[in-house]
């Protein structure tokens, strides 16, 4: 009786352990970058996790995974992705600074984006729930550059 309850128990982890593993398996995001202003530079893409820090901000903060590609061809594919809830967000780095560039007040001179494309400026600052995907029911999205200035 005691033996045929161990070999149940370990069944059933056995069998959840094989449903996890399977139910969700890593999944890749394609992301492509359109509306740039010209081919100069790099184009760099973050993508976040709910708990990083210093999002939008892909030259500063501290985003999940980080690619550039080169703003002739910008697409880029994050690769091996857990499912689940990210935002995913970009700049155009046309002088190869490693950072959005900004005006005398900080508002970013480059061209900059978010997933789902929102609306954002002065009065209307990107959130995270703007710029949200969830893997892998999503697998690509195209992020329009803007250039608030």
């Not at 069998?15 to 398996?25: Q, R, S, V, Y």
């Not at 903060?61 to 980080?66: E, F, I, Y």
């Not at 935002?87 to 959005?100: C, N």
Request: proline share 9%.
């Amino acid at each position: 009786m005691r033996n045929q309850f161990w070999l149940s128990t370990k069944l059933c982890l056995l069998t959840g352990f094989i449903a996890t593993a399977t139910a969700h398996p890593a999944s890749a995001l394609d992301v492509s970058i359109e509306g740039l202003r010209n081919a100069r530079g790099d184009v760099v893409v973050c993508i976040w996790r709910p708990m990083d820090k210093g999002f939008p901000n892909c030259g500063t903060g501290s985003p999940w995974k980080k690619l550039s590609a080169s703003a002739a061809d910008p697409r880029v594919t994050f690769k091996d992705l857990p499912a689940g809830v990210y935002a995913v967000s970009m700049f155009h780095d046309e002088k190869r600074i490693g950072k959005p560039a900004t005006n005398l007040i900080g508002m970013p001179t480059s061209g900059v984006g978010l997933a789902n494309n929102p609306s954002i400026g002065p009065t209307s600052p990107p959130t995270f729930k703007k710029g949200r995907v969830v893997v892998p029911d999503v697998t690509s999205i195209t992020i329009t550059a803007k250039y608030l200035f």
